[in-house]
Nanobody, 125 residues
Framework: VQLQASGGGLVQPGGSLRLSCTPSGRTFSGYPMAWFRQAPGKEREFVASIRWRRDTSYANSVKGRFTISGDNAKNTLYLQMNSLKPEDTAVYYC????????????????????WGQGTQVTVSS
């Protein structure tokens, strides 16, 4: 496993969670990173990405509620999730690219080389 994701859990609708992702035995490369998710019975989908430390991109379904960020000092990638909805229920995966990505590639699953094992997020009352 190249990346370790954590922070998932059970939360009520409207609640918040913060996911974390750290590399195993190394520091982040500095290339783009992203979060994807996969709900039961559905394909894995793009959630958010970050490159050049500040250039972020979000899926329309999470824009305004989720924030992706990185902390170089802690060597950690985060996904702050607020105003959670039942439809956010999924296994969340962090991913890291092995080279720079152009904008048209940033949301593509096959653009990312390294993946975490996933962390379960369940939004339910």
């Amino acid at each position: 496993v190249q990346l370790q994701a954590s922070g998932g859990g059970l939360v009520q609708p409207g609640g918040s969670l913060r996911l974390s992702c750290t590399p195993s035995g190394r520091t982040f490369s500095g290339y783009p990173m992203a979060w994807f998710r996969q709900a039961p019975g559905k394909e894995r989908e793009f959630v958010a990405s970050i490159r050049w430390r500040r250039d972020t991109s979000y899926a329309n379904s999470v824009k305004g509620r989720f924030t992706i960020s990185g902390d170089n000092a802690k060597n950690t990638l985060y996904l702050q999730m607020n105003s959670l909805k039942p439809e956010d229920t999924a296994v969340y995966y962090c991913a890291e690219a092995r080279l720079s990505l152009i904008s048209s590639m940033i949301r593509r699953e096959d653009a990312y080389e390294y993946w975490g094992q996933g962390t379960q997020v369940t939004v339910s009352s």
